[in-house]
């Protein structure tokens, strides 16, 4: 009885102390608190109750059956809003506090919301190596059922709640994409409802401007209900190498470098200030030494990125072996870094081990709670952007980011940008090596000021043919979005009917 009694006196002293400061005080000063008590193990539930479902779900064999009645239901909300006179724009139903961008679209409120419930993997076809999927499918569910019979998607983009219809309508990427381009390049057929309520399915050699045009457009052209991607078989391990360098150009020299060694399965850099980083590349392998072996995701492990710094504070090389979806998912726990901001302790050894295993909180969760006063306060003094720039600009560009918001650690990540039509091509006629340049944390240059700051580096991106990843705030005018993205092919299908309603007015 003693415990249960204690810890009811505890609860009650916080209910009081809550009471006195103010609910949102406590949200804003105290984030933690709220945080540890509250949103962590609510988020351990919705974890346990998506993958029991995800479970029973394919072992029945229910999703495929289900598929064509939810697809048709979808129709009947399309041509039902067409029969009442198409008075508003459509959006999917889904609330925008669910969304992995820190973002809360208010159109969802405005639009007419069209409800898709589709989140389930309907097929696994190794002979033709796809997997066909519905939108709403997270890379966790992904990894989960792929990995566990040998196969995994070239392109597996890191945090387990992103889901496939957003890493399509955005993009997505990963340390594999160096070999394989962005998200959007190895999937094979969409899907979808178009605003009369027709079903379309497209690939590159059937409908082809609209495959071409769906990524990046924001499911401002229709409805994803379905999309088939590439696999490839998966190995146990990724043979993972770390190499800290010192100075900017030996850094881009080096990473430059690597990200064109095609023997490279993952390249992937951490920048920890102007002319420090770590740049690891990786193989997948079924072998490994067992005293190198690292379970990087096991809930009492460090951090990823503070594990990563140890080989620079140490200037030390190293080598690791790590399981392959704990690989995928080393950023997962911290949310890359952005994890220490709103629990301060979070990867000492003494949290890890007593509360690690219900880490991290769910990002939808903490933008449910987060109100209107720190939504502002984030939106003036957090930055969370990626910037694609080609490879050849990077020491330009890391400059630029140093000195317009000086955020660390930031992200490397290299991509090859194929020469296809759409919104997001290389200026020349042949592929082109970019780079993302993730910046996520607290800016710590002088007088820093969110609008100025950051139309400062949109302009800098754009001069240098770069893109702006939309699930961010972007703060460019109409003039300077179409400047910096080409919207020849994706302006052709907005004005021909049936493809000009479903739409995010952004675009």
């Known amino acids: 009885?003693?415990?249960?009694?204690?810890?009811?006196?505890?609860?009650?002293?916080?209910?009081?102390?809550?009471?006195?400061?103010g609910l949102e005080f406590v949200l804003i000063h105290q984030?933690?608190?709220?945080?540890?008590?509250?949103?962590?193990?609510?988020?351990?539930?919705?974890?346990?109750?998506?993958?029991?479902?995800?479970?029973?779900?394919?072992?029945?064999?229910?999703?495929?059956?289900?598929?064509?009645?939810?697809v048709r239901d979808i129709q009947k909300q399309v041509r039902e809003w067409k029969e009442q006179g198409s008075k508003t724009f459509m959006c999917t139903g889904r609330p925008g506090w669910l969304t992995v961008?820190?973002?809360?679209?208010?159109?969802?409120?405005?639009?007419?919301?069209?409800?898709?419930?589709?989140?389930?993997?309907?097929?696994v076809d190794t002979k033709k190596q796809i997997v066909r999927v519905e939108p709403l499918v997270t890379m966790g569910q992904v990894t989960a059922l792929l990995t566990s019979i040998g196969w995994t998607l070239p392109v597996l983009p890191e945090l387990d709640d992103l889901t496939v219809g957003g890493l399509i309508m955005g993009t997505g990427i990963e340390s594999s994409s160096h070999k394989y381009g962005l998200f959007q390049h190895i999937c094979t057929a969409y899907e979808l409802v178009l605003a009369d309520g027709s079903f379309v399915r497209c690939t590159p050699s059937e409908n082809s401007d609209l495959f071409y045009a769906v990524p990046w457009s924001c499911g401002t052209l229709g409805f994803l209900v379905a999309a088939e991607?590439?696999?490839?078989?998966?190995?146990?391990?990724?043979?993972?190498?770390?190499?800290?360098?010192?100075?900017?150009?030996?850094?881009?020299?080096?990473?430059?470098?690597?990200?064109?060694?095609?023997?490279?399965?993952?390249?992937?850099?951490?920048?920890?200030?102007?002319?420090?980083?770590?740049?690891?590349?990786?193989?997948?392998?079924?072998?490994a030494e067992p005293s190198k072996l690292n379970s990087i995701g096991n809930y009492y492990k460090p951090w990823f990125f503070k594990h990563v710094e140890?080989?620079?504070?140490?200037?030390?090389?190293?080598?690791?072996?790590?399981p392959l979806r704990h690989y995928y998912h080393r950023h997962t726990r911290s949310i890359f870094w952005e994890l220490q901001d709103i629990i301060p302790f979070g990867n000492n050894p003494v949290f890890r081990y007593l509360f690690g295993w219900m880490v991290p909180p769910k990002i939808s969760l903490l933008k449910l709670t987060q109100g209107e006063t720190l939504r502002k306060?984030?939106?003036?003094?957090?930055?969370?952007?990626?910037?694609?720039v080609p490879m050849k600009c990077l020491s330009q560009a890391v400059h630029t980011f140093h000195n317009d918001i000086h955020v660390y650690p930031i992200w490397l990540c290299p991509f090859i940008l194929p020469s296809q039509p759409g919104l997001v091509h290389p200026k020349g006629d042949e592929a082109e090596l970019y780079v993302d340049i993730g910046a996520y944390g607290e800016p710590r240059v002088k007088h820093f000021e969110a609008r100025s700051c950051m139309r400062q580096l949109e302009k800098f991106v754009r001069s240098v043919h770069g893109?702006?990843?939309?699930?961010?705030?972007?703060?460019?005018s109409r003039e300077e979005f179409w400047e910096m993205f080409d919207g020849?092919?994706?302006?052709?299908?907005?004005?021909?009917a049936p493809l000009a309603l479903p739409g995010n007015p952004a675009l």
Request: net charge positive; proline share 3%; with cysteine.
């Open 1 to 21: 009885m003693e415990p249960a009694v204690s810890l009811a006196v505890c609860a009650l002293l916080f209910l009081l102390w809550v009471r006195v400061k």
């Open 31 to 70: 984030r933690w608190v709220f945080v540890c008590l509250f949103l962590l193990p609510l988020s351990l539930i919705f974890d346990i109750y998506y993958y029991v479902r995800a479970w029973v779900v394919f072992k029945l064999s229910s999703a495929p059956r289900l598929h064509g009645q939810r």
């Open 101 to 123: 961008s820190l973002r809360v679209g208010k159109y969802k409120k405005t639009h007419k919301n069209i409800m898709i419930n589709l989140m389930d993997i309907l097929e």
């Open 229 to 287: 991607i590439r696999i490839i078989p998966a190995k146990k391990y990724v043979k993972l190498r770390f190499e800290p360098v010192r100075g900017l150009e030996a850094i881009c020299d080096k990473f430059t470098r690597e990200s064109q060694r095609p023997e490279n399965h993952f390249v992937e850099g951490l920048l920890y200030s102007l002319d420090e980083a770590v740049i690891m590349t990786g193989v997948m392998t079924d072998d």
């Open 310 to 322: 140890n080989y620079l504070k140490t200037n030390q090389e190293g080598l690791e072996y790590i």
């Open 377 to 388: 306060l984030y939106e003036q003094h957090h930055v969370v952007q990626d910037m694609l």
């Open 467 to 476: 893109f702006q990843m939309l699930y961010a705030d972007c703060y460019m």
């Open 488 to 496: 020849s092919l994706y302006h052709r299908l907005r004005a021909g």
